[in-house]
């Protein structure tokens, strides 16, 4: 297969991170999620977010007014926390556009509780961007479903919440089965290449 894009580097990275992904999963699904979620995000670095994704455009002049009086350290740290949104944002609006017809849209009746459809996608995707980040700056433990555990078509398994260690898992927190995150990320670099 030829690599039609110009950043051929970023895509064969993603490319392969996502081939160590397959490899590993069911032996260490934590590190899968890393490098998937890495995967997208090389390919979603240099994406422009369309402008009902970025709901701070409309009120940059005043940030910028705002942030005028600021010192250095502060502008360095605002910066930051901006680039970490946007980042989150990237990821979420790549693979939005990227999923195509994967995400299945919720039906009027009969919705699955434990499934992820296009209206909750976002904030299912939101919940795996912060469950690495947190897992590789803080050492937090992921709240994974367990493989094998989800019920028919559901992407995550039925438990709410529990404990790992000391630390108690929010149910808020839970993350999609690593087979339906692996499908979701090979479609969405099928349909970029």
Same mark, same amino acid.
């Given at each position: 297969?030829? /690599?039609?894009?110009? #950043? @051929? %580097?970023?895509?064969?990275? =993603?490319?392969?991170?996502?081939? *160590?992904? +397959?490899?590993?999963?069911?032996?260490?699904?934590?590190?899968?999620?890393?490098?998937?979620?890495?995967? /997208?995000?090389?390919? #979603? @670095? %240099?994406?422009?977010?369309? =402008?009902?994704?970025?709901?701070? *455009?409309? +009120?940059?002049?005043?940030?910028?007014?705002?942030?005028?009086?600021?010192?250095?350290?502060?502008?360095?740290?605002?910066?930051?926390?901006?680039?970490?949104?946007?980042?989150?944002?990237?990821?979420?609006?790549?693979?939005?556009?990227?999923?195509?017809?994967?995400?299945?849209?919720?039906?009027?009746?009969?919705?699955?509780?434990?499934?992820?459809?296009?209206?909750?996608?976002?904030?299912?995707?939101?919940?795996?961007?912060?469950?690495?980040?947190?897992?590789?700056?803080?050492?937090?433990?992921?709240?994974?479903?367990?493989?094998?555990?989800?019920?028919?078509?559901?992407?995550?398994?039925?438990?709410?919440?529990?404990?790992?260690?000391?630390?108690?898992?929010?149910?808020?927190?839970?993350?999609?089965?690593?087979?339906?995150?692996?499908?979701?990320?090979?479609?969405?670099?099928?349909?970029?290449?």
């Amino acid at each position: 297969m030829k /690599i039609k894009h110009p #950043s @051929k %580097n970023r895509t064969s990275s =993603a490319v392969r991170l996502y081939a *160590l992904a +397959v490899r590993e999963i069911g032996s260490n699904d934590e590190l899968d999620y890393i490098h998937l979620v890495s995967a /997208i995000e090389i390919l #979603s @670095k %240099n994406y422009v977010l369309p =402008a009902n994704h970025e709901p701070l *455009l409309s +009120v940059l002049d005043q940030i910028r007014e705002l942030l005028r009086g600021a010192g250095a350290e502060a502008k360095s740290e605002l910066g930051n926390l901006f680039e970490q949104r946007k980042s989150t944002m990237k990821f979420v609006s790549f693979i939005q556009k990227y999923s195509g017809d994967s995400v299945p849209e919720r039906p009027t009746l009969d919705a699955l509780e434990n499934k992820v459809y296009k209206d909750n996608l976002p904030n299912a995707l939101k919940r795996i961007y912060r469950a690495r980040s947190k897992f590789l700056h803080e050492g937090s433990s992921m709240y994974m479903s367990i493989p094998g555990m989800t019920v028919g078509n559901c992407d995550y398994d039925s438990s709410l919440g529990g404990t790992i260690g000391n630390r108690e898992l929010d149910p808020e927190e839970k993350l999609p089965s690593i087979s339906f995150f692996e499908g979701l990320v090979g479609i969405c670099l099928l349909n970029y290449l």
